[in-house]
């Protein structure tokens, strides 16, 4: 074989090792890419799937505190959490018996909400202020029922000091307090959390694929 002949081969057979070794950077480039896209809409899915979680458990407290129902191992325990004696002469609960029933159900909401607060702080990194604009109806809800419950106690007081109370209020926030129905037309409470919560998975839905 000629001088000329071999340094041909010879160079064909760099360049086609050259071609060989760009494709195998250029695969695992594609590759690296198709990698980091799977890990990022992984990581998404988890944390819309625990915001989401937290969600329903602020949803689920909610209930909770709403429950019209009190038992007499809560209020016992209510009491004892709180340093209330049970006043013997008292018959049945007293307001302050049942204040504190009301103040241990709204802790565990305040628990919920700061599960989801984590969750949203994390969610801002990655999604922006818009997953905080969705949970803010769930957020005036809660709002809601705390004033409500703040209200109601302040009227039940007055009134055991037989002082006048504003009987349209006092109505207003029973029926945000007490939870009479699932169904929105009978219970708009009730309807006003469900659509919040929608909100917030109608948010998440996107992220929920993978």
């Known amino acids: 074989m000629s001088p000329h002949l071999l340094d041909l081969v010879s ?4 360049i086609v090792t050259g071609i ?8 695992a480039a594609l590759g ?3 990698w980091r896209r799977q890990l990022r809409g992984r990581t998404q899915y ?4 625990r915001t989401l979680r937290a969600t329903y458990k602020v949803r689920n407290e909610i209930q909770s505190v709403r429950h019209p129902g009190i038992s007499s191992g809560e209020f016992k325990v209510a009491r004892e959490e709180a340093g209330i004696e049970e006043n013997p002469q008292v018959v049945g609960s007293s307001i302050e018996d049942n204040v504190a029933v009301y103040q241990r159900r ?4 305040g628990e919920a909400w700061s ?3 984590l969750e949203i702080t994390e969610a801002e990194v990655l999604w922006g202020k818009e997953i905080s604009e969705a949970v803010k109806p769930l957020r005036s809800c809660t709002i809601s029922l705390n004033a409500s419950l703040r209200t109601y106690f302040r009227l039940m007081r007055a009134e055991e000091r037989r002082r006048k109370v504003d009987r349209k209020r006092w109505e207003e926030a029973d029926k945000i307090i007490y939870w009479t129905s699932d169904d929105p037309s009978e219970d708009s409470f009730t309807g006003s959390v469900s659509l919040a919560v929608e909100k917030v998975e109608e948010y998440l839905k996107p992220y929920l694929k993978i």
């Open 11 to 14: 160079l064909i057979k760099d």
């Open 20 to 27: 060989v070794a760009i494709g195998g950077l250029t695969v």
């Open 32 to 34: 690296l890419q198709a």
């Open 46 to 49: 988890d944390l819309a799937r």
């Open 106 to 109: 709204m802790n565990r909401l």
């Open 115 to 117: 599960d989801l607060e």
